[in-house]
């Protein structure tokens, strides 16, 4: 039984992530490895690992995922929906109106002078993660060798570096082209876990190995009103996505633009990046969508507005909260067992892959002059030497950010 006290702790920490968490899913998973291990020990890093390797291949978002399954272990199932609320809730009250401000003057305020700062402060929380996740994840020659081939695995899947080889080496091109067409992520991380199952595992496989469950795709319907029929599209979205919430966008661009019309390309756009300068997970760009549908598109005004984002939130979200109630208390039962153990060990060297070049494709968009690096690097010296709670950091980097924009205007 879980007292209040941890229930409370569970609130109060992800209420702080879901108004503090930009930078999308490596970020979140950065700072509740500070919050979660760092500070507040719950659990172990290679627990934490462990759960971000298992978590890849459930589908839906990661991010919010690790979030819910870091309250079930902290406050059993009460925790478990307390910190996907309070993970989630918050970005859906910004989002909220800005949607308003949208729908009434076609734009949204002008934010991104303090995401400059906030994005370099977010390149230096993930390498700090990344430093303490190789001490845990990388044990020996072998996972070195996974990381590093996943690594070189993940560089040429990148669209920038397939462009480049196109015209310098035409067979690596046709293998990084042939990398771009697939889910290379989950891809590397099934290798891994296979790879490391042969080698840390014993020879016989225990008939007792829980795997996982396969999950048929939810068909979108096309019964009225049209409220159904958004929620059951944004279910099917929850539902059936895979890994990073980044992927949402092609999910959208099929069903919003492509499939009903209800949305035109630029209006998608908007949403997402209101999705990405608003704290918390990427997935509320569905609050955004459901708000701009029900206020204008099923002509439902402001009230309708409100209840399609909530509709369109819930929806989208739902489908984590059922998948890691059930999954969650397996996941001790999957780390005891000594092939899922070594599948987790070969998983978490990938992990650590991802999260390295997820590591160079941040810094590469987010340090574009000397005052962003500089600020990536007094922020990851606050990190790793004085320990500074990354909140902090967050929220002074975004002031930096607002007064460099000033300085040259």
Sequence with gaps: MYSMSRLG?????FTKLGFTAFGGPAAHLALMEEETVHRRGWLDRQHFLDMVAAINFIPGPSSTQLAIHLGYLRAGFPGLVVAGVCFIVPAMLI???LAWL??????????REALVGINACVVAIVAAA????????VKDRFSAGIAVLATGVLCLADPKLAAWLHSHHQPLASFAELLGRGKTDLVILALAAMAGAMW???????PSLPMLL???????????PQFLQMSLLFLK???TIFGSGYVLVSYLQSGIVDQHGWMTQQQLLDAIAVGQVTPGPLLTTATFIGYFLGHVRFGGGISGGLAGGMLATVAIFLPSFLLIAFLGPLLPKIRNNPIARGALNGMNAAVVALILVTTFRLAGAALTDIASLLIAVGSLLALLIWNVNATWL????????VMRMRWHT
């Design 130 to 137: 990344l430093w303490r996740f190789i001490k845990t994840g």
């Design 9 to 13: 702790e569970v609130a109060r920490l």
């Design 200 to 206: 840390y595992g014993k020879p016989k496989v225990s």
């Design 394 to 401: 967050i929220l002074i980097s975004g002031l930096f950010g």
């Design 214 to 224: 396969p999950l048929a795709s939810l068909g979108a319907t096309h019964a009225d």
């Design 102 to 111: 949208y729908v009434t003057f076609g734009r949204t305020p002008h934010v």
């Design 237 to 239: 979205v929850g539902a």
């Design 95 to 97: 989002i909220f109106p």
